[in-house]
């Protein structure tokens, strides 16, 4: 168990102060009132000795006390229950509202290298078992109040019976100690070859197609079934030995069970210091002095995978957060557009630099493409742009403003940005185009719609502006998708331009729309365009030319074709192409 | 029909000998109580110490029984259950295995996963603990009823009364409970739709200075779910209290009216002890008759789920290859009046299509998205078969073929570079015995990998991580054409896969191809300069034919691939 990340945990306690102490104080309560109720019990059996010596009145107080224990500690469970268990919820949700919050000022490096599924499943997963964790934890706390308060009571009815069965207990957590090593290791194994097997699952089922196509089914179930019999092997261990849990601490206390009885119907009959009804309380109490030890047994492997999960979640919680905005920023109030690059140096990572010493002047209303081959680092000066990659050395200037004087958010206000991967989110159409702008009016929205081109096929769905858009737009095609992006930053009117024209997927009469639209856009705006369109390329003002993450050439294209260097190849490899 | 009894079968001993076990435990167990009953009413009462003794040591030798019979029991069970787990595992993915495209889009991929894995652990769990439980449990429940009878009849109806109100209890929270955790299933998708978009959106996110909003919109998810995570905690917090509370007041009862029977002479005060201890042992039981209902409610959903897959016919199936007999034709590729509808789309993906390509002739095939382009090779293959027409390769229908056979002729390209973990060579056999080294070699130079692959770090026997990770996007993509190659493939599909190769290794690559004899190319893209060149183009429009000829022709007599050529040339 690492105590370290338990205090850590601590933390997020002290808000939910309140629901935390009443699980706790209720716990208390309830447990002492719980454990109380044997020793009226027994009260009560020795006040019936045998045929004609019954002292009912004593016997209807006992049972009024019995009554009444009974219902106040049904109350103090209730609590303790509803308690530990909101507690626990709220006390993941706080995490979870924390994790999103911080994930949301990191550095992109961390959405760009992590996969998101992973992050995902700490968010929703582990979090799912730290408050299981949490509640099971408080198990094992009413558990070890249980087992405390029994101890007491029976020290006050025989010190020497209760003195045995403490000698015995050791019985219990020797068994506990042998069950969860064994089980742990077991499980251990079986978690990591249950991951095998569902990496390999994954990796076959989803690429079904390839597998198929090159007959690869017989090889596949062949290796299938080499990982599933390993599973089974650890399987069956993990299985039988978290099952002896029951049945093994049953023992134990049936063994104590029976010492208590013999011992204790020695001294009734020995030194007299029992009574009947106080031999028939301990054995009460022997019996649910066992039920903690099962609980906390069967508890500890869950445990130990919840403070595994709770790590998960605080190395998201660890990552570093963006360099907080400059104290007195400068905000551009009349942007003009013009940008200056320079003597700029960036690299992803410290051992490979990238670009070096890069100078750039835009004049307002310019056009800048830049292109290269697949996977050449294209959207390296975007992130740039728009801070979210910080360079390594040099600046960039808005107006002559350094960017990094400016909040982020005034700076990105600045800009309008039409990536290829075209994000919508789970929302109305409506709401979608407006997304930088929530208060604007219906005409507005409708006049970005029809400027990009994508009234027409929104008047044709079924609810028009009110349609919902799934799970990232999945209900529309990809062309319209770009559309509503180019509403979405037709509503914003940026001075400056950011535009990743579409490669593929988007059918040639939708393609021609969204050009269209792009032109449009970039009128009178100076605009950077991650370029694939010959007719873009052609008339834009500077082209930067990218290969395998550095600018290796810069300028307009006829001076580019001049240079007969990467760029004119480049271009002509278009109608060179021999045939095959 | 495939059942789980089939599974259970060879099993069967251990499901007999396993609950057999577990019923002795608790025979052991059910006669503990009146064992000590008998230290205390015969023991102390005859103040015979030896009589204790010898109580006590059956008591202990009663224990050590169960404890044996019941370590039998877990270890029948974890083998029995593990065993028909691992049977079903393997089942679901053979047939999965065999089942086509058509049937896999319909199951979904992520179902498949959740099917082989989740399903069968629920289920596995299920079985462990029915043979541990279910007899056990229903047993100690009679028992004691019937042991609380054997002490004192009227008494009994306490057990009874308590029995059937704490059932009652437990089936009322149960099944006020288990709606509530399938809303709270939709509250905890939505939170994680909303973390997958924010990750998914960051860049727009952030461009757009969006962040509060969107922390805004988690948070009010995440109270969502905690409203219903506390409505859920509120009922279930009464299991406890209200069971227990039933079983206090049993006990005020037996106490009360025991004390009139003994008053009366008709019991004996150890005789109470005993029936307190059978009231506990029935809540036990009850708690883990509850346990077992909502297990069973799982296993029976999960169950389902797995046997869904184990019925379902595979249907791509191999023809009857006796019909082949060898035919001499010309025409490598026939399609003649081709129809294809996907399983649940509406409109027809492709159109009547008659085509024939030649042995040695390229074909281009160039549209827009959702033209059809995917479907015309995923028929070619019989990755799914046509609606209406006929597809012929030299001459036979496809379906006629052994479906091995076919897809032995067709080497396949696929538009993602998508390569398996393992290594290089594993990657470019794919299983296939008969393929030798020269093959390898000589796939490896035509599509330009052999430089990159000598100089990997152990060369063929280089280690490629899931999904292709430590290799570049360009590697990877070659190494998929050299993978399609080394089977020496009498037609090669080549679905729009040069995207991440540059100019010049894509233009010797090309030349490469243009060498290898007898074979048959099928070219898809969306941009013509990568098809210009080709035998014969096809365009596809809307899944009918736009135009087929060569390019001058096209730019001739096809508008389309006019309009699609001068947007790409500008």
């Known amino acids: 168990m690492n105590w370290k990340i338990l205090k850590r945990l601590f933390v997020y306690v002290k808000p939910l102060k309140i629901e935390f102490i009443i699980n706790v104080v209720s716990g208390i309560i309830g447990t002492i009132f719980a454990a109380m109720i044997p020793v009226i019990v027994g009260n009560a059996i020795d006040l019936a000795i045998g045929q004609g010596n019954v002292d009912f009145n004593g016997i209807f107080r006992n049972t009024i006390i019995l009554f009444l224990l009974a219902i106040l500690c049904s109350v103090f469970q209730w609590m303790y229950s509803f308690y530990g268990a909101s507690f626990s919820y709220k006390l993941s949700n706080n995490i979870r509202d924390e994790m999103f919050k911080r994930i949301n000022y990191m550095p992109l490096s961390y959405m760009d290298t992590k996969p998101h599924g992973d992050i995902v499943s700490r968010m929703i997963n582990d979090l799912d078992a730290v408050s299981e964790g949490v509640m099971q934890f408080n198990q094992v706390f009413s558990g070890i109040i249980m087992v405390v308060g029994t101890i007491v009571f029976m020290m006050l009815i025989s010190v020497k019976v209760s003195l045995m069965v403490i000698i015995l207990t050791p019985l219990f957590i020797l068994v506990s100690y042998f069950i969860v090593s064994k089980s742990y290791i077991a499980f251990r194994s079986q978690a990591k070859l249950q991951g095998d097997l569902t990496g390999y699952t994954e990796e076959m089922i989803s690429q079904q197609k390839i597998v198929s196509a090159f007959k690869y089914e017989k090889c596949a179930i062949q290796k299938f079934g080499t990982i599933n019999e390993k599973l089974y092997k650890s399987g069956v261990d993990s299985q039988f030995y978290s099952s002896l849990t029951n049945p093994s601490i049953r023992f134990v206390s ?28 301990l054995l009460i109490y022997v019996n649910q002095y066992t039920r903690p030890f099962i609980e906390i047994t069967s508890v500890v492997t869950q445990l130990q995978s919840a403070t595994a999960a709770l790590q998960r979640v605080f190395n998201v919680l660890d990552e570093n957060v963006e360099e907080p905005d400059k104290d007195n920023p400068v905000k551009l109030n009349d ?33 800048i493409a830049i292109v290269g081959p697949t996977g050449c680092g294209k959207t390296t000066i975007i992130n740039l742009l728009m801070r979210f990659y910080e360079p390594t050395k040099g600046q960039i200037k808005i107006d002559g403003i350094p960017i990094r004087d400016m909040t982020r958010e005034d700076l990105r206000n600045l800009y309008g940005m039409v990536l290829q991967d ?37 008047r044709k769905l079924e609810h028009g502006y009110n349609t919902i858009l799934l799970e990232n737009g999945v209900n529309i095609s990809q062309g319209q998708k770009q559309l509503l992006c180019i509403a979405r930053v037709m509503m914003k009117d940026p001075k400056i331009l950011i535009l990743d024209e579409a490669t593929s997927n988007i059918d040639t009469r939708t393609e021609q729309k969204v050009q269209e639209a792009f032109d449009k856009l970039m009128k009178g705006r100076t605009s950077f365009v991650v370029a694939h369109r010959l007719s873009t390329i052609r008339n834009a003002d500077i082209i930067l030319v990218m290969n395998n993450g550095n600018i290796i050439e810069k300028g307009s294209h006829d001076k580019l074709i001049q240079q007969d260097g990467f760029y004119s190849k480049m271009y002509y490899s278009q109608f060179e192409m021999k045939n095959i | 029909m495939v059942k789980l009894s089939s599974f259970l079968k060879k099993y069967k001993l251990h499901i007999i000998w396993g609950p057999f076990f577990k019923l002795i435990e608790a025979v052991f167990e059910l006669i503990i109580p009146i064992y000590m009953a008998n230290v205390i009413d015969i023991g102390i009462a005859n103040r015979d110490k030896e009589y204790i003794v010898k109580m006590g040591a059956l008591i202990v030798l009663f224990a050590i029984g169960g404890l044996t019979a019941a370590v039998g029991c877990q270890y029948l069970a974890a083998k029995a259950s593990q065993g028909v787990g691992v049977d079903l595992r393997k089942a679901v993915f053979e047939r999965v295995n065999c089942l086509s495209y058509r049937q ?61 109100v704490i059932s009652l209890v437990l089936f009322l929270l149960i099944t006020k409970a288990s709606p509530m955790f399938t809303r709270r299933q939709t509250k905890l998708d939505k939170i994680s739709l909303l973390a997958r978009e924010n990750l998914d959106g960051s860049r727009v996110i952030r461009a757009f200075s969006k962040q509060k909003n969107e922390i805004n919109r988690f948070e009010n998810a995440g109270g969502n779910l905690l409203d219903i995570d506390v409505a859920i905690a509120k009922i279930l917090a009464f299991l406890n209290p209200l069971t227990y509370i039933v079983v206090d007041f049993s006990i005020i009862a037996i106490l009360w009216i025991g004390a009139f029977q003994i008053n009366s002479g008709l019991l004996l005060q150890g005789k109470i002890l005993a029936l307190i201890n059978y009231m506990m042992q029935i809540l036990m039981v009850l708690f883990i008759v509850a346990m077992l209902v909502m297990l069973f409610t799982r296993a029976s959903a999960a169950s389902k789920r797995i046997f869904e897959i184990l019925n379902i016919e595979p249907d791509i199936l191999d023809g009857d290859t006796k019909v082949i007999t060898k035919n001499e034709t010309v025409n490598k590729v026939e399609f003649q009046n081709v129809s294809f509808t996907y399983e649940h789309g509406e409109d027809d993906v492709l159109k009547d299509i008659s085509i024939t390509i030649k042995k040695n002739e390229t074909l281009g095939i160039i549209g827009g998205t959702g033209s059809g382009k995917s479907t015309f090779i995923n028929l070619l293959s019989r990755f799914y078969d046509v609606c209406k027409g006929k597809i012929l390769i030299d001459g036979i229908d496809v379906k006629d073929y052994k479906v091995s056979d076919l897809r032995e002729k067709i080497g396949i390209v696929p538009q993602k570079a998508i390569l398996f973990s393992g290594t290089v060579e594993e990657n470019l056999k794919m299983g296939r015995k008969d393929i030798t080294k020269e093959d390898i070699e000589r796939a490896l130079k035509i599509s330009q990998s052999y430089d990159f692959v000598s100089k990997l770090n152990g060369g063929l026997n280089f280690k490629i991580e899931r999904d292709g990770k430590n290799l570049s996007g360009g590697q990877k993509q070659r190494l998929t054409i050299a993978r399609a190659l080394v089977g020496n493939p009498e037609i090669l599909i080549l679905d729009d896969s040069s995207s991440a190769l540059d100019a010049n290794t894509d233009a010797n690559l090309r030349k490469e191809l243009g060498k290898i004899s007898g074979i048959t190319v099928i070219i898809i893209s969306q941009k013509f300069s990568s098809i210009r060149f080709a035998d014969k183009i096809l365009v596809l429009d809307d899944g009918k034919i736009a135009g087929l000829g060569t390019h001058e022709e096209l730019l001739e007599n096809c508008n389309l691939y006019k309009e699609i050529y001068n947007s790409q040339v500008g």
């Open chain 1, 254 to 281: 049936v063994l104590i069970y029976a010492l208590v009885g013999v011992y204790g119907a020695m001294i009734v009959l020995g030194e007299q210091t029992l009574t009947i009804g106080q031999v028939s309380s």
């Open chain 1, 422 to 458: 075209t994000w919508l989110y789970s929302g109305t159409v409506r709401d979608n185009i407006a997304y930088g702008c929530e208060s604007a009016s219906d005409e507005k929205i409708i006049e970005a719609a029809k400027a990009a081109n994508a009234d027409n096929f929104i």
């Open chain 1, 335 to 367: 942007c003009k557009g013009n940008v200056s690059i320079e003597n700029l140096y960036f690299s992803y990572t410290k051992d490979t630099s990238l670009i070096e010493d890069f100078n750039l002047e835009v004049k307002s209303g310019q056009k």
């Open chain 2, 104 to 164: 896999i889009d319909t199951l979904g991929t992520s179902s498949l996963i959740t099917r082989i894995t989740n399903d069968v652990n629920n289920l596995q769990n299920a079985i462990a603990m029915t043979i541990r439980l279910a007899i056990r449990a229903p047993f100690l429940l009679i028992g004691s009823v019937i042991m609380s009878v054997m002490i004192d009849a009227r008494m009994s109806i306490i057990f009874l009364i308590a029995v059937v």
